[in-house]
């Protein structure tokens, strides 16, 4: 029998426990990490006007150095709440904001209404894209894509940007707010 034994902050000592009891705190622990994440993503996105959740780590603009304020407060709660990855838990987070934003559930796999995402899959793969989240998803990087090329653009490329802007702007997205 062991005793009562602490290992990094865990009382291990489980013989007088059943099984049953440890499974439900932690699904009890989980169902509460899992609503925090989709909170933080909810106020991410209401903190930051742009899509964060898409920022590459390597990006130095002013939206980029905002957003390492909030980025690096997370990875320090997560630290200290003894994720040893946190990218992991922040990689759902980054999932979850872009949902939001995008009118689905966090899950993504229905929309803020509750109405399933067409071709929505069991679980076994990721659920396919909306129509809208698709669009959007890959007009922003082409868009940002050409927003970086820094003037080397063909003149039938820049005529194209144009036109993406006028799309993205279609579905509802300004281009002022991404993240470059």
Known sequence: MIKSIM?????????????????????????KAYGSHIRIA????DMLPFAWFDMAPT??????KAFKVVKTDLYTALKAAGHTNPSVPFKRICDYGR???????????????????????????PAPRSAMLRNVEE??????FNDKQAGDLPAKVKAAQVH???????????VATIAK
């Open 42 to 45: 909810a106020k991410f996105n």
């Open 59 to 64: 990006e130095k603009s002013e939206d980029a």
């Open 139 to 144: 007009l922003t990087a082409l868009w940002k």
């Open 7 to 31: 290992v990094e902050g865990v009382d291990i000592n489980v013989a007088d426990v059943s099984l049953a009891s440890i499974l439900k705190d932690m699904v009890e622990a989980s169902q």
């Open 164 to 174: 993406i802007e006028a799309a993205l702007k279609a579905l509802g997205l300004d």
């Open 99 to 125: 949902n939001l934003t995008n009118g689905l559930a966090p899950s993504g796999k229905f929309t803020a209404e509750g109405d399933p995402v067409e071709g929505d899959s069991d679980g076994a793969a």
